[in-house]
């Protein structure tokens, strides 16, 4: 289960995203100083999808800030294609639990706002499943359909690297499934590079190639999983097995720490 990442996508050369023994403080009352991650480090690889998994308050959505820029690090450095991320850039986007859309503006003009070309957005609108609903605001639109719309527009920019944080938490069960489902076969086909903030493991096992698991304080990679399954993902019985034992590792873990 344990694969090396080298077996699996292809060794150095294919990195995309490097964090670089990052550390990061929060500053808390009377000028104490919270440290979130010491010296933490990791890779990804081009095309390659990794959930990063912990507790509450582990410091999973700060880490998804750092990658985005929107936060920076007390020392050590990011990097994405071997440039440094400095601040928010159009290369990397980041979709989150809130609502991101412009109330203001239609489906189709939310995706118009980042690409032109009317053939790629209707491309996009029926990849989204959206294409019934380009005149609508998002007022009108469910919570599902608010939240396919935010990853089609986040595709419409045409990132490097898209950067996911608890993106369905708000949905109901149903939905989040069926979007999960969607999104993994969205990212599958287009082959972007995606790092996935989480607290639901069964999410993160469908859509991933790669499990970290944060924990400790400061917080570090306590616990890293392969899945060397084919994505897209539906949950037959042969992934049931796999999954039941990863599920029963990464919650031994969570249960320990």
Not at 16 to 25: A, E, G, P, W
Not at 86 to 97: E, G, S
């Amino acid at each position: 289960m344990n694969i090396p990442k080298k077996e699996l996508y292809g060794g150095e050369n294919n990195t995309m995203i490097r964090v670089n023994n990052i550390t990061f403080d929060y500053l808390v009352n009377k000028g104490e100083r919270n440290r979130i991650f010491h010296n933490l480090s990791f890779s990804i690889a081009k095309g390659e999808f990794v959930s990063v998994l912990g507790r509450s308050g582990c410091g999973k959505t700060t880490l998804a800030n750092i990658l985005a820029g929107y936060l920076q690090p007390l020392a050590g450095s990011v990097k994405i294609n071997e440039v440094t991320v400095k601040q928010p850039r159009r290369n990397r986007i980041m979709v989150n639990q809130e609502h991101d859309l412009f109330d203001w503006m239609t489906v189709e003009n939310n995706i118009n706002i980042v690409e032109k070309d009317s053939r790629i957005i209707s491309d996009l609108l029926s990849l989204g499943k959206l294409e019934r609903y380009t005149k609508l605001y998002p007022a009108a639109l469910s919570g599902g359909l608010k939240k396919r719309l935010s990853l089609v527009r986040a595709l419409a920019a045409n990132p490097d690297f898209i950067i996911l944080d608890e993106p369905f938490s708000s949905l109901d069960p149903v939905t989040k499934r069926e979007l999960q489902v969607e999104l993994g076969k969205l990212i599958s086909r287009t082959r972007k590079t995606t790092l996935l903030v989480t607290h639901d493991i069964e999410e993160a096992m469908l859509l991933s190639n790669r499990l970290l698991v944060l924990g400790g304080s400061p917080a570090k990679i306590q616990l890293e999983i392969a899945i060397n399954l084919t994505r897209p993902r539906n949950v037959s019985a042969k992934t049931k097995i796999l999954f039941s034992k990863i599920r029963r590792k990464v919650l031994a873990y969570l249960h320990e720490s």
